[in-house]
């Protein structure tokens, strides 16, 4: 099970918007290099980069490997899906549930309806 320190830092790493276009570029091309990177971003400087990777890996969202002398960049999302079923999966069933109950009234709603009504001739 997964920690709530570790939560509460998957959840900081995921709310600025940088951060997760980092994580969009790595799930589109995963393995990137810091320059490969740091080309999607030529707002930021490399160092502006590296803090949002670096944050990223606090979170274990990235994974950094080395080959040579180059760093490759990995999106592990096995983060993501420990907070999605820790804390959306166990509300969103509440609500879709109540969403079926609604369709169900609805459908036999209908169908009275349909049946109170004259034929025409």
Not at 78 to 87: D, F, G, K, S
Request: contains cysteine; aromatic residues 6%; charged residues 25%.
């Amino acid at each position: 099970m997964q920690s709530v320190e570790q939560g509460t830092e998957v959840f900081r790493a995921l709310a600025d918007p940088t951060r997760r276009a980092l994580l969009d570029r790595l799930f589109s091309q995963d393995g990137q290099t810091l320059n490969e990177l740091c080309q999607n971003f030529p707002e930021m400087t490399r160092f502006g980069v590296m803090k949002h990777l670096s944050v990223l890996a606090e979170a274990d969202l990235v994974l950094t490997a080395r080959q040579g002398r180059t760093k490759r960049h990995y999106l592990n999302p096995v983060p993501i899906e420990q907070v999605a079923n820790r804390w959306i999966s166990k509300y969103a069933a509440r609500f879709t549930s109540a969403l079926v109950a609604l369709d169900d009234q609805v459908i036999a709603g209908s169908e009275t309806e349909e049946s109170r009504r004259p034929e025409s001739a």
